[in-house]
């Protein structure tokens, strides 16, 4: 089973089934790669309580590979912060906080932050609303990564995560953040030692792997896919999830697992939705991802008609296997100098941007398994509550 959450106010109980508390959802810059200060910042205006954060999903600049430091770096400024404004040091140390390394291009460093919300300062509103949960799975061995032994320990975080925020209906989950180990040097000699064999012995290629098959996982949790074969680990394409935004670093050796979806009677502002982009240029699949999200615009937007109500948008991406996009032959796969990784995550996010008129949007590479091949799942989350919205507004000229 997976390991309790940290502690947590408790949610409110509404006849027999209890009710998780609402969310706060805010997006910050981040300065610098060790700048918590936008987080210090939400605390002391009482947005929210150090002690309430839930969660982060964030951005930051390093290269996004095996050897990136900065997502440590901003990790230790983070949980040191919000220790300072008076959370349990304990409980900090065991919120999740999923750090994507990589802003290529025109991606601005940037964290988005959950928190709960009291019932007595929570919008209420019977329709629904933004719910979040979280577990970590069971162990991950280096010789399990890639192979369906990974996928059922990540399907059942998973289960845990959906239970804990009070979402019964798989369609109710919009988005899940996972982040798993990759192998490393170190590791792959461990199973060996052991008399194991891993999936690769290629510690790049690894953080493919690591991401794919969590991805198989998440959709079989789902019920997006019936229950895959070791053969079909980033081999058939045709299985994936819609939902699954998957990254993995150096720093975990347990699958962690952020469920974000939407459930009545929780109250709050925000709303969250999802869509999937066919391929690198595909708009529609943002827009689509931010109107299912529940936000009124017109039938051909433009970046204005946000106006402030868009949190933030999530994505994944990837290079597509035929080295085309919209038809037209590219070089990213066989390119020598520049990472595809590095490519398609600048292409991408330059795209987005466009869309949301805000460069701070978050889009990781390593989409195996997570939307339809050469594309990727989005999710979008939208201020819905009354009064002034939280969402960004881009400077006027």
């Known amino acids: 089973t997976a390991p309790d959450p940290p502690s947590r106010p408790p949610a409110s109980t509404k006849g027999t089934r209890t009710v998780p508390d ?11 790669v060790s700048d918590a200060s936008e987080l210090g910042t939400l605390i002391d205006e009482g947005v929210f309580e150090a002690g309430r954060v839930i969660a982060v999903i964030g951005k930051t600049e390093g290269n ?6 900065t997502r440590i770096i901003a990790d230790r400024g983070f949980r040191q912060i919000l220790a300072e404004k008076g959370a349990d040091p304990a409980a900090v140390k065991e919120i999740p906080i999923v750090w994507s390394g990589g802003t290529d291009g025109v991606i601005s460093p940037h964290a988005t932050i959950f928190a709960t919300v009291p019932a007595d300062k929570a919008e209420q509103t019977d329709e629904p609303r933004l719910t979040v949960g979280f577990a970590m799975s069971e162990h991950l061995l280096p010789e399990e990564i890639g192979y369906t032994s990974m996928v059922t320990k990540v399907a059942d975080a998973v289960r845990v995560a959906m239970e804990r925020a009070g979402i019964t209906d798989p369609a109710d989950v919009h988005y899940v953040q996972t982040k798993t180990p990759l192998l490393t040097i170190h590791t792959i000699r461990d199973a060996k030692a052991r008399g194991k064999q891993v999936w690769t012995e290629h510690t790049h290629e690894s953080m493919d792997l690591s991401n794919g098959c969590t991805a198989l996982g998440i959709a079989v949790a789902l019920g997006e896919i019936d229950m895959p074969t070791d053969a079909d680990v980033m081999h058939n394409r045709e299985l994936f999830s819609s939902v699954a935004s998957c990254s993995s670093g150096v720093e975990l050796d347990q699958a962690q697992v952020v469920v974000v979806g939407n459930a ?30 529940g936000l009124d615009l017109p039938e051909r937007p433009h970046r204005s008609d946000i106006d402030g109500r868009l949190v933030n948008v999530f994505l994944k991406c990837e290079a597509s296997l035929d080295g085309q996009v919209a038809g037209r032959r590219n070089a990213m796969l066989d390119d020598s100098d520049v990472h595809w990784h ?3 995550k600048s292409c991408v996010g330059g795209v987005t ?7 701070a949007v978050f889009v990781s590479v390593s989409a195996a398994h997570q939307g339809p091949e050469g594309g990727g799942p989005v999710a979008a989350i939208v201020d819905l509550g009354s009064g002034e919205p939280t969402g960004y507004r881009p400077p006027t000229r």
Not at 64 to 69: P, R
Not at 353 to 359: E, I, M, N
């Open 342 to 344: 590095r490519q398609i």
């Open 64 to 69: 996004g590979g095996g050897n990136d430091s």
């Open 353 to 359: 941007a466009s869309v949301t008129g805000d460069p």
């Open 264 to 293: 009545r009677g929780v109250g709050g502002r925000y709303r969250i939705g999802h869509s999937v982009m066919n391929d690198a240029l595909d708009q529609d699949g943002i827009w689509a991802a931010i109107k299912d999200a």
């Open 22 to 32: 609402a969310i706060e959802v805010r997006k910050v810059p981040l300065h610098t």
